[in-house]
């Protein structure tokens, strides 16, 4: 039974960064049948896919457009997990950040962390 | 991008009757080679992640009642809950594969009549 279980501060200060951390269990962030993203959920976006980390012989990232300059995934086989690092943050980025695997075979979403309300305030 | 539009954002259907979700995508999401629609339907309860419900379009994902069926291809998708439940009150959304970046629709909220 796959597992995520997410870590990290739940308040950022405008124009610092955001980082968290998703923890694996049951399964490798090397599998080469999975992809290993982030996604958000605020009323006003509501669920935004992010960007994610994979590995087909080598390590690959994939971000959505407009957090390409801002954002970082990384895998740390060392503890099988990946983590979030989200720079520059503002008001517009307080959300409820996820980590979710998806199967390459089936194009889903089939495992999720827990969430993390992330609040960008001073 | 390719945009996911649901309808309705919220439904009211009594215990026991059938619920119907559309979701429609900007552009075709079947992908020729294998004929698979990269299509998924998810459901949130509130405070819990989404739990994937369908994938494939109709492919029901394992443990997931039999009420519960997607149908559709290309651009025009629906879900259906056959007979609903109190536990099947939620927010329910659509979700691309097809290419990147991966997009879900906007969501319906369900609930009891």
């Known amino acids: 039974q796959v597992q995520l279980q997410q870590s990290g501060p739940g308040l950022v200060k405008p124009s610092q960064t955001l980082s968290l951390t998703c923890a694996i269990s049951?399964?490798?962030?090397?599998?080469?049948?999975?992809?290993w993203d982030w996604i958000r959920q605020s009323p006003s976006r509501g669920l935004e896919w992010l960007g994610r980390?994979?590995?087909?012989?080598?390590?690959?990232?994939n971000y959505t457009e407009s957090l390409k300059s801002r954002i970082t995934i990384k895998p740390d086989t060392s503890k099988n997990q990946f983590s979030l690092q989200l720079n520059s943050v503002t008001p517009e980025d307080t959300a409820v950040y996820y980590c979710?695997?998806?199967?390459?075979?089936?194009?889903?979403?089939?495992?999720w962390g827990q969430g993390t309300l992330v609040t960008v305030s001073s | 991008d390719i945009v996911m539009t649901q309808s309705p954002d919220s439904l009211a259907v009594s215990l026991g009757e059938r619920a119907t979700i559309n979701c429609k995508s900007s552009?075709?999401?079947?992908?020729?080679?294998?004929?698979?629609?990269?299509l998924a339907w998810y459901q949130q309860k509130p405070g819990q992640p989404p739990k994937v419900l369908i994938y494939w379009a109709s492919t029901r994902e394992s443990g997931v009642p039999d009420r519960f069926s997607g149908s559709g291809s290309g651009t025009d998708f629906t879900l259906s809950i056959s007979s609903l439940q109190p536990e099947d009150v939620a927010f329910y959304y659509c979700q691309h594969s097809y290419n990147l970046p991966y997009t879900f629709g906007q969501g319906t909220n369900l609930e009891i009549k």
């Open positions: 979710a695997r998806l199967l390459a075979a089936t194009g889903t979403f089939d495992c």
């Open positions: 049951g399964d490798s962030v090397s599998n080469s049948g999975a992809t």
């Open positions: 552009q075709s999401v079947l992908y020729s080679p294998n004929n698979k629609n990269y």
């Open positions: 980390t994979y590995y087909r012989s080598n390590w690959n990232n």
